[in-house]
């Protein structure tokens, strides 16, 4: 899987990989980081991936946590940029679909029965129209969304390079 992020100065695809995060690599919530990933990453039987250019694998460009319900239904529990890449002044976009995207994948990889291809999370109120118009969530109730199957193969294509023989079976 070939995974590119865009830097918003050169406007060059910047090719990056997405890969289980060490306990080593977690970002604190003093350096400007939203949640605080060292607590989060001792619930049990969550995956943790981070988003990083092949260049600089150790600095981390977005996190992603994911669990699994009932051993059937792909959860996002937490999706988080680093701070450098939120908002107009950001250094690289296009992170956050390219871990939608992979968080999707391991829906459609991980996810059984009815489950399979679905990938549910909890927004906060301010991220449901983006969720929704920019990358195709479909909202549930409150601040529950997911992505079906047919969603999260668009992200997938527009987001993940994929070997042609994986993509068919996709």
């Known amino acids: 899987m070939k995974v590119f992020i865009l830097n918003t100065k050169t406007k060059e695809k910047e090719p990056a ?9 977690i970002p604190l919530k003093k350096n400007g980081w939203n949640f ?18 092949k260049e600089s694998p150790k600095k981390v460009e977005g996190l992603l946590m994911l669990t699994i319900f009932n051993e059937e239904m792909v959860f996002m529990n937490n999706l988080e940029l ?12 296009e992170v ?15 996810g059984v029965g009815h489950y399979n291809g679905f990938l549910s999370f909890e ?11 920019k990358y195709g969530a479909i909202w549930a109730m409150g601040h529950k969304m997911y992505f079906d199957p047919k969603g999260g193969k668009k992200l997938i294509k527009r987001y993940l ?10």
Not at 36 to 53: D, H, P, R, S, T
Not at 82 to 93: D, T
């Open 17 to 25: 990989t997405i890969s289980k995060l060490k306990s080593t690599e």
């Open 36 to 53: 605080n990933w060292k607590q989060l990453f001792k619930v049990e039987g969550a995956n943790f991936y981070k988003i990083a250019l």
């Open 82 to 93: 680093a701070p450098y890449n939120i908002g107009k002044k950001k250094i690289y976009a």
């Open 96 to 110: 956050a679909g390219c871990l939608l995207a992979f968080a999707c994948r391991e829906s459609i990889e991980k």
């Open 123 to 133: 927004s906060k109120t301010e991220l449901i129209e983006l969720y929704q118009n």
């Open 161 to 170: 390079s994929i070997d042609r023989k994986k993509r068919n079976s996709i």
